[in-house]
């Protein structure tokens, strides 16, 4: 196990992700209070997408789909800001996460088919969502955020003993990959 994990580290920082480590599985706790953060619609995506809550099911659906990964990694992209208003900055670390993200899915895609990525935002494979009127495009390539699992993303990090701030004018963007 020990060297799988150390295996998908490399594959990450090879994929350009700024830090990688392995995700403490048996510490995630899904938490309706997140969910409950996500429908004060600071993102502007509830209930607008397939894989953001209500549309990607229940906590608990969410919670039992991810309690059959026995492992996993976390990832990051840090970017750096040159004051703290500088949205260019994070929009840039938000491609540059969404870009590693997407390359390190192919590459592990191909060894581990029921892989369960989470990433750090709503799915945008699609430019518009189908969601309510028509079923996903893409079930099997849709991708949910940590917070859609209802995980609290600082206190993963924390519990898995990996930074999830790099300190003032730095942005940082979190996602994870669970197997099996
Ligand atoms: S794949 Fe397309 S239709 Fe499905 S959740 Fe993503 S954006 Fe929506």
Known sequence: MKEKIEALVEEAIACGFTAAGELNVSALEFM?????????????????NWRCPPGCGSIEE?????????????????????DDFDYEAIQETSRRHDENFAALVRKVKSRHPDMLP??????TLCE?????????????????SMEAYGLWVSKVCELSGM?????????AFTSCYLLK
């Open 62 to 82: 969410a919670s039992l789909r991810a309690k059959e990964y026995s492992f996993g990694i976390l990832v990051q992209t840090v970017g750096k800001m040159e």
């Open 128 to 144: 518009v969502c189908t969601y309510p009127d028509e079923p996903c495009r893409f079930p099997d390539e849709a991708i949910s």
């Open 163 to 171: 930074p999830y701030n790099y300190g003032r004018q730095t942005v």
């Open 32 to 48: 309706p209070e997140v969910r409950e953060m996500c429908s004060a619609d600071r993102c502007h995506q509830y209930g607008k």
């Open 118 to 123: 989470m990433g750090a935002g709503t799915c």
